[in-house]
């Protein structure tokens, strides 16, 4: 059986064996214990990292639910996506350097400001080591997720993503006139596009006639935008329109529009690639642990809860729950050690 990292999660004092103990583990994955220590001392994290976000670690269920019990619940979930991830890690070469995972931990512990963070874990009795092997475990769960998109996912889908999205890749900078009717945008485009007009000329007809409502503050010239944020209707005008054309009339919800295109800047798939596949990673990573838990790969001790299969969340066990007349869930007790 492979000796896992979140092992150290519990150091500190607060290690206590479920053998030692009497007690069954928490849960298991792959056959590799999850103990209620170690949930105890990443709870004892959560809750610092949640406090200091001012949000509560885990949402309270029902009545007679507690706030501890659904921060164990949470904790819980959260260290079975990090024994998966270590799991297929460990098979497939995938590792985090002590300098990757200390760079990160500082940068997260900056952004609360100098000493928050630290004040936190002391306040609910944990450790700065705790707190980095918590993040340890979440940092490789992102590797792990990206690797599986990686394994799963071919060029081709990716490119395909691409330009089914390439409105949110593409930024321009337009000139526009907006009127009311057909008619008027007629009239619009025909002087617009005269023999001899100008820039200066379509921007002096939309300062005299655009119902634009910025119009007044920007003169008919558009600030820098991706296309994505354009309404539907003029959002396939936009992409296809070149630069320093104009486009004949538009219709939108707004009305009739005209546009000249001033500058277009195209994103290309390889500068995006990492964030498409990064956009699949959740979804990735849950098939791959939906799949542990359907081989009942994955263990979920009953006093916590259960494991949804949905949302891969342990949620309270219920009068309605198949596992019912099981203890339910409650706080985790860390007794001190002994022999």
């Known amino acids: 059986m492979r000796t896992s990292l979140l092992r150290s999660v519990a150091a500190g004092g607060l290690v206590l064996s479920a053998a030692c103990s009497g007690a069954a583990a928490a849960a298991s ?31 309270v269920a029902t009545e ?10 949470f904790t819980l979930g959260a260290l079975i996506g990090f024994s998966v991830a270590e799991d297929y890690a460990a098979a ?30 002391d306040a609910n009795g944990a450790t700065y080591d705790q707190f980095v092997t918590v993040l ?19 060029e081709d889908e990716l490119r395909a993503q691409y330009d089914e999205d390439l409105a949110s890749h593409v930024i321009v900078q337009a000139d526009h006139i907006l009127v009311e009717t ?14 001899g007009a100008t820039r200066e000329d379509f921007l002096a007809l939309a300062v005299e006639v655009s119902k634009d409502p910025g119009v007044e503050q920007n003169g008919g010239a558009l600030a820098s935008t991706p296309v994505s944020q354009f309404t539907p209707g003029l959002r396939e005008a936009v992409l296809e329109l070149e630069v320093d054309r104009i486009s004949p009339p538009v219709q939108s919800e707004f009305g009739w529009h005209v546009i000249h295109m001033v500058q277009k800047e195209v994103t290309p798939f390889e500068d995006v690639r990492a964030d498409l596949v990064a956009s699949r990673a959740g979804p990735a990573f849950a098939e791959h642990e939906r799949g542990l838990l359907d081989n009942g790969d994955i263990q979920v001790n009953p006093r916590f809860g259960r494991l949804d299969p949905q949302t891969l969340i342990v949620v309270r066990i219920t009068s309605t729950d198949p596992l019912a007349s099981a203890e ?8 001190p050690p002994q022999g």
């Open 182 to 195: 057909r008619e008027e945008a007629d009239a619009v485009y025909a002087e617009v596009t005269a023999p």
């Open 92 to 121: 497939n070469g995938i590792v985090l350097t002590d300098d990757e995972v200390t760079d990160t931990a500082d940068r997260f512990a900056l952004n609360f400001g100098e000493g928050a963070l630290q004040a936190a874990l």
């Open 328 to 335: 339910p869930s409650g706080p985790v007790n860390v007794a």
């Open 64 to 73: 007679g639910d507690t706030q501890e019990a659904s921060c164990n619940r």
């Open 29 to 59: 994955v792959a056959g590799a214990d999850i103990s209620d220590q170690e949930v105890a001392a990443a709870a004892g994290v959560f809750t610092s990292v949640a406090s200091l976000s001012t949000s509560p670690c885990g949402e």
């Open 136 to 154: 340890r475990g979440s940092m490789l769960q992102q590797e792990v997720a990206a690797a599986l998109v990686e394994s799963t996912v071919s």
